[in-house]
């Protein structure tokens, strides 16, 4: 197995940052409706900082390993740095290649963080 795979089912069998966030102040679900993965991101942002963020859903290794290193990538950074990632970014935190299949798998994290941050909690 290739040090990324290991990375990937590392963060897949022992994410970072899931769970519920209370107090979110941003919030935002996403599905994958070609395999059935499903994501839920809350956010916690302080003065256009990331305070916190974590996440809960269902899917494969690749989508749920995405939100993990996604979560540690954006967490304490600016509101504008985590939106102007791209796929690429993300592409190159889980380090491998994914087939078009499975490229959606692994953007369903950006995707839902994104539409997070762009819909602010009441």
């Keep these: 197995m290739s040090l ?3 990375l990937i089912l590392d963060h897949y069998r022992n994410p970072r940052n899931q769970g519920e966030l209370k107090g979110a102040t941003h919030n935002a679900e ?3 409706l070609s395999c059935g993965d499903t994501l839920h991101i809350d956010i916690i942002v302080k003065n256009d900082i990331i305070d916190d ?5 269902s899917g494969c290794a ?3 390993a995405s939100a993990s290193l996604l979560t540690e990538c954006i967490k304490k950074e600016s509101v ?3 939106l ?3 796929p690429k970014d993300i592409l190159e935190l889980l380090g491998v290649t994914l087939s078009p299949t499975r490229l959606k798998c692994g953007l369903l994290s950006l995707e839902t963080m994104k539409k997070a941050l762009h819909e602010k909690n009441n």
């Design 4 to 6: 990324y795979q290991d």
């Design 30 to 32: 996403a599905s994958n």
């Design 53 to 57: 963020v974590k996440f809960s859903g």
């Design 62 to 64: 690749v989508s749920q």
């Design 80 to 82: 504008k740095k985590a």
């Design 84 to 86: 102007a990632l791209e």
